[in-house]
């Protein structure tokens, strides 16, 4: 089944503890719902494939832990990531006030400037809303990302989520390949053929 | 024939092919790819612009047929147009082609740069039948005749009206036989190549005469024939300016007289003149028949006087140049497969029985005290003893590098070492950075390098320059050894490495830099644990406070300085609370026992009952929380860092963490893998807290997990009520198992979470493996780092905009490939490659400066105006100068072919100047201004009707070039075409082939013109 996957993308899934980082992912990958997840110790790892136009993509994820004493660890799991995924809790404010420290985190160690950011606002289906949509969606216009509502625990655009990315990182070019090629600046086009003689290019008289 | 493309043909046609000939088979697969190529029929682009053959793009398309199994290739050049109406391409009846139309254009005559097709014929426009290997040539005048009924046959079949032409001959001869077919009219394009010109030909009216016999025109008189001509003179020798470049004095470098920095200074500049030759083209670009003489005695064409000048370079091609030779040469270490140790003789490195090799050996050192510190270090003292332990193994003599160049590199690498106050570690974290928020300095991130500022960084060019000045690949090793050694005594003598910011290994730099970083942070801990442990054993009394204080902030990184807030003093002796030191996380000296606790300093803490603990390990008190069950402040406790780590190990970690797999299982051992930090914390937690709860330690750590909730109590008030989150309750989660396991400790007696001591070895075992190969590669990013900032600061000199820009995409291309762990070779060499086209670049701008004298120019204006003029020059083919030979440029021109006019005819070179006069006076001199032109180049140009007067009217034109190897006439005969009669086959063309042709075999050359053979009559009879 491996064998028609087209690549291996790498992605993270980072907020703060609690806004249920763990629990979209597991709705994602055994589209379940536990309510008894057990807060993230340092990270945790999931693989699902999905197939996105076509293409078969092997997603490795990275779960981390949002919670401040883990963090340390954490960074080095951006490292080579093609995707990174930011929740906060529609249901708590200070949540996504946070969103600021984490992009800048993001931005510091990130090893690439091409990577996909999504912002998720998680737990749509519970009534105390404090963060609006439009809030979301301004915050994520102004840093360029992705932006989805969601709720792991009614399914809710959880599966969007992710296809989402998946095919947004594909549409870059360069962020899945592994080499990408004919980047290259061209600065000796065609330089004079003098004395060769040989014409099938492009010369002066002497 | 070529029915395969022709659906209607289907109707009546069987189509056999079985008997088809090679050659029919040919001539179908030419009329394929022009059809393919939707060449057929004839559409007129705009006529064409002044100079578009320059400014405009031209594209080739290219197919590749064969002839029985000799491959030709077929190759479509064009100049591409805005798509004028393409749905215009039906044939227009009547109108001659547009190939023939632009005989007559004479907007593009000279283009500087162009296919030789159209230079000599202006077309915009061709196809082109050649061998496809480079040294195959149709050399056979049967085989050429073939190819050239082959182009006719396919023309007629197609109704091409694209020129067609086939390259005979040798393929350097540039000879080309091709044919153009239109309504009613047809173009033979053939031409003359000698070696040695006739004499009649070298001037304009012995051209004029060939040309008018050759267009036969009926007329009398004839109409007026136009003429354009460009003679090129080259300049050669530059007489004052003269080139070479000194390379950098690199002894005067390391003499000691100039600082390290200097030694961090890369070379830079050509070392030959970039700029070879000069050429002047003077152009008299319209001119009648009469206006002007040019014959065997005499000529009017004076280049003073021509009204067009345009200006070329020449560039040296691949002129030697110093950075990038420097970069080269330290790439191909890249490639050498031999160690250290190989290089420099066997066991360099195990000095005085030490195996550095060997991590356990190492280990059991440690166990023994403490090397005594050197509290006075110097590099000359450093190097000394390295040396000793180098000159046991071989002799002194065999060191690759001197003693001065060592010691002038270590003083630049470790300036920590000469200045007195270093010790203490300061050196370190010493700012004098440039400002790091500049674009330049956060280079390293892009290119994953280090700081400019960096050990490493000064590291790769020390080793670059060694490479390329003292010894190669030798010295390279001999100092990388000693570079090893040094970090070794660091590490033992618990001296920090300078040159790197402190904390943790930082993962936008490359692994070395990494490395290095973790070697400093395994002896930040090392220094801190043996001088806490200093303290305490020799000073068991007392020690004042606020000392103790200042010694934990030198030794401790910030993020250590937790204990600086213990305000403490000197608690019990180090054996009170150790058997095993190396176990533990540090050995600051206890603070809260005398604080709260003195009268019980000296006692052993057994584990007790919890509440009756006294608190240990108190970092300060959080603000407001309170225990939950006593009621006590809580308190937060000394931490134990996390373990800092480089990229590999990160990337080992999580190799493991990933190998554990999905399963409900895995993820569960993979938490309590991590679960050591979580596990130190709750006990250090648990000792600063007496009486705790799991619960208080949830508010503390994971605040959002404590949920309160305002209740109304059974007396009717609002009580805060809270509880954990649902899944801290869930039983026996890894955070509940955690907690039930912890014991009260704080940290400095836990378990060391960091093992400096086994970091380190692994950090220097790992220095030490390292063949100059790897650490090539290691260093290479820092090296293309260093040569960018170069060339950047050498172009902010001169200040060219196109130079700019290359060095914006070299950056933004070399920091894809660097970023990639393994970047490909050619990758790199491409990077290298490009760096050293800037600097030729700007090396050639320096050049034309100097030989043009903008600096001495006065007037601001002519100056800007020079400077644009030289800019020119580097940036395009070729340049106009303004107002010829009386502009300022011209004059600068003219000096500069007069004064090598005068060096070759050795005339003293004081009166030159003076005589500068008037062109008269200029005349009379026996030395002319100029050189005999290199090129001399003729277009004539007319139209007549052919054959009778009352024909219709016809372009005609003939290019003559004539350089010092040869002689070649291009002339396109156009004259009225077969009727596109059925049954009028080609054999009536050939009967209508001129004469023209036999001026030039008069001169006697071979012909390489074309007698189409019989042959080509049969193939129009093709069943
Ligand atoms: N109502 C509701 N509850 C949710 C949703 N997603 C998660 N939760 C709950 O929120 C709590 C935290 O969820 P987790 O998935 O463990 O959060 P996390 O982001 O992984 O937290 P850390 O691992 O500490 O970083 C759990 O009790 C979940 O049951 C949701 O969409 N709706
Ligand atoms: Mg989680």
């Not at chain 2, 002129?319 to 490639?335: A, Y």
């Not at chain 2, 510190?373 to 332990?389: E, F, Q, R």
């Not at chain 2, 176990?583 to 000296?602: V, Y």
């Not at chain 2, 990639?820 to 050049?847: M, W």
């Amino acid at each position: 089944m491996d064998e028609d996957v087209l690549t291996t993308l790498k992605i993270l899934i980072i907020g703060e503890s609690g806004v249920g980082k763990s629990s979209l992912l597991l709705r994602f990958t055994d589209d379940t719902f536990d309510p008894e997840l057990a807060a993230t110790i340092g990270v945790d790892f999931k693989v699902k494939t999905i197939s996105v136009d076509g293409n078969k993509a092997k997603l490795a994820i990275w779960d981390t832990a949002g919670q401040e004493r883990f963090r340390t660890l954490t960074p080095s799991y951006y490292r080579g990531a093609q995707g990174v995924i930011l929740v906060y809790d529609v249901t708590r404010r200070d949540t996504f006030v946070k969103l600021d420290n984490w992009l800048n985190e993001l931005e510091t160690y990130c090893t690439r400037n091409d990577i996909v950011n999504m912002l998720v606002g998680n737990k749509i289906d519970k009534e105390n809303r404090e963060v609006d949509r439009n809030e979301g969606l301004k915050f994520a216009r102004k840093h360029s990302m992705l932006f989805i509502e969601a709720s792991a625990k009614t399914c809710d655009g959880v599966q969007c989520a992710f296809e989402e990315l998946v095919e947004k990182i594909i549409q870059t070019p360069g962020l899945w390949e592994s080499e990408n090629q004919n980047k290259g600046v061209k600065l000796s086009h065609r330089e004079e053929g003098q004395g060769g003689g040989a014409c099938g290019g492009y010369c002066s008289v002497l | 024939m070529a029915a395969d493309n022709e659906p209607e043909s289907e109707v009546f046609e069987i189509t056999d092919f079985t008997t088809a000939s090679e050659w029919e088979r040919f001539i179908s697969k030419v009329e394929e790819v022009l059809n393919d190529w939707k060449l057929i029929g004839n559409s007129l682009g705009k006529p064409l612009e002044k100079g578009i053959f320059t400014s405009g793009t031209w594209e080739e398309k290219s197919d590749e047929i064969s002839f029985a199994d000799f491959k030709f290739s077929v190759t479509h050049h064009y100049l591409v147009q805005e798509s004028t109406d393409k749905e215009g391409k039906e044939l227009l009846e009547d109108v001659i082609p547009q190939s023939m139309q632009d005989l007559l254009c004479m907007n593009n005559d000279f283009p500087p740069r162009a296919h030789c097709l159209v230079r000599w014929y202006g077309l915009r426009e061709f196809v082109v039948i050649a061998p496809a290997a480079h040294s195959d040539a149709v050399l056979s005048e049967s085989k050429c005749n073939l190819l050239l009924s082959s182009v006719s046959i396919a023309l007629g079949n197609t109704g091409c009206q694209v020129p067609l032409f086939v390259q005979i001959h040798h393929k350097w001869r540039r000879m080309y036989v091709g044919e153009c077919q239109g309504p009613g009219v047809r173009t033979d394009f053939e031409m003359v190549h000698l070696r040695k010109v006739p004499n009649q030909y070298t001037h304009l009216s012995g051209l004029l005469d060939i040309f008018k016999s050759k267009i036969g025109c009926p007329l009398t008189p004839l109409p007026p024939v136009s003429i354009a001509i460009r003679f090129t003179y080259v300049l050669q020798d530059w007489q004052q300016y003269f080139w070479p470049q000194q390379p950098p004095d690199i002894d005067a470098l390391v003499g000691g007289e100039v600082g390290g920095l200097e030694f961090g200074k890369l070379p830079f500049g050509a070392c030959e003149d970039p700029i070879s030759e000069l050429h002047l083209a003077t152009t008299w670009p319209h001119l009648t028949e009469g206006i002007i003489v040019d014959n065997d005695v005499y000529s009017d064409l004076d280049p003073i006087q021509a009204p067009h000048w345009s200006v070329r370079v020449r560039k040296a091609e691949n002129p030697q140049c110093l950075l990038g030779d420097f970069v080269t040469e330290f790439f191909k270490i890249c490639r050498r497969k031999e160690s250290t140790d190989e290089i420099l003789g066997r066991s360099a490195f195990e000095e005085e029985g030490k195996e550095t090799a060997d991590i356990t050996h190492a280990l059991s050192k440690l166990t023994e005290p403490a090397s005594v510190p050197i509290h006075k270090l110097s590099v000359s003292n450093m190097v000394h003893t390295a040396k000793k332990k180098i000159r046991k193994h071989r002799g002194v003599e065999e060191s690759p590098l001197n003693n001065d160049v060592l010691n002038t590199i270590l003083l630049f690498l470790f300036p920590d070492a000469v200045s007195e106050k270093s010790l203490d570690g300061t050196a370190s974290t010493d700012n004098n950075n440039p400002p790091s928020e500049s674009e330049d300095y956060n280079l390293y991130n892009q290119f994953k390098s280090a700081p400019s500022d960096s050990l490493t960084y000064k590291l790769a060019l020390c080793l670059c320059m060694i490479n390329f000045y003292h010894g190669g690949l030798k010295g390279v090793a001999h100092l990388w050894q000693e570079f090893v050694l040094e970090m070794r005594f660091r590490w033992e003598n618990n001296f920090l490495i300078p040159g790197l910011a402190s904390g943790p290994p930082d993962l936008r730099c490359c692994l070395l830099h990494q490395k290095l970083q973790m070697l400093n942070c395994c002896i930040e801990r090392k220094k801190a644990r043996d001088e806490g442990k200093k303290t305490s054993a020799s000073d068991v009394t007392n020690i004042y406070p606020g000392d103790a204080g200042k010694a934990g902030d030198q030794l401790v990184p910030d993020n250590l300085k937790e204990t600086d807030k213990e305000k403490g003093e000197v608690g019990k002796s180090w054996d009170s609370w150790s058997d095993s030191e190396e176990e533990f996380f540090e050995c600051l000296s206890d603070t809260e026992e005398l604080k709260g606790n003195g009268q019980e300093s000296g006692k052993k803490g057994g584990p007790k009952e919890m509440a009756s603990l006294r608190p240990e390990g108190r970092l300060y008190q959080h603000g407001k929380l309170t225990l939950l069950h006593n009621g006590e402040p809580l308190y937060i406790p000394v931490t134990q860092e996390p373990a800092p780590m480089t990229e590999d190990l990160l990337e080992e970690q999580s190799e493991v963490l990933a190998k554990l797999g999905t399963s409900a299982e895995g993820a569960h051992l993979r938490a309590r893998m991590q679960s050591a930090c979580l596990l130190s914390d709750m006990e250090s937690f648990k000792a600063a807290n007496p009486g705790c709860s799991l619960e208080d330690f949830v508010r503390w750590y994971s605040p959002r997990d404590y949920i309160e909730e305002e209740v109304i109590d059974e007396k009717g008030n609002v009580v805060l009520k809270g509880e954990l989150s649902a899944r801290m309750k869930i039983p026996s989660n890894m955070w509940v198992e955690a907690w039930e396991t912890a014991k009260p400790i704080p940290a400095r007696r836990q378990r060391r979470l960091f093992d400096d001591t086994r970091e380190a070895e692994k950090v220097l075992h790992y220095l030490a493996i390292q063949k100059p190969a790897d650490l090539a590669r290691h260093l290479l990013p820092c090296v293309i780092h260093a040569a960018v900032l170069k060339v950047k600061e050498e172009e902010s000199l001169e200040n060219i905009s196109s130079v700019k820009k290359i060095i914006k995409q070299i950056i933004s291309h070399s920091s894809k490939v660097l970023h990639f762990p393994n970047p490909e070779d050619k990758k790199l060499e491409e990077i290298i490659h490009q760096i050293t086209n800037v600097e030729a670049l700007i090396a050639r701008a320096r050049s034309l400066k100097a030989k043009f004298g903008t600096e001495k120019c006065e007037q601001e204006e002519e100056k800007e105006d020079l400077e644009r003029f030289v800019s020119c020059l580097l940036e395009q083919p070729e340049v106009l100068v303004t107002g010829a030979g009386r502009g300022h440029a011209g004059r600068i021109i003219h000096k500069l072919f007069v004064n090598a006019q005068r060096a070759a005819a050795m005339t003293p070179p004081e009166e030159e100047l003076k005589r500068m006069g008037s062109p008269e006076e200029r005349r009379q001199n026996s030395v002319s201004d100029f050189p005999p032109p290199a090129g001399r180049e003729f277009i004539l140009r007319t139209t007549v009707p052919r054959p009778a007067p009352y024909s219709k009217a016809l372009p005609q034109r003939m290019y003559s070039v004539l350089t010092k190897e040869d002689f070649r006439l291009a002339a396109p005969q156009v004259c009225p075409g077969r009727q596109l009669l059925p049954g009028a086959g080609i054999e009536a063309n050939l009967q209508e082939k001129p004469t023209h042709s036999r001026h030039v075999e008069a001169a006697g050359r071979s012909p390489a013109r074309i007698q189409l053979g019989c042959n080509g009559n049969n193939a129009t009879k093709n069943p």
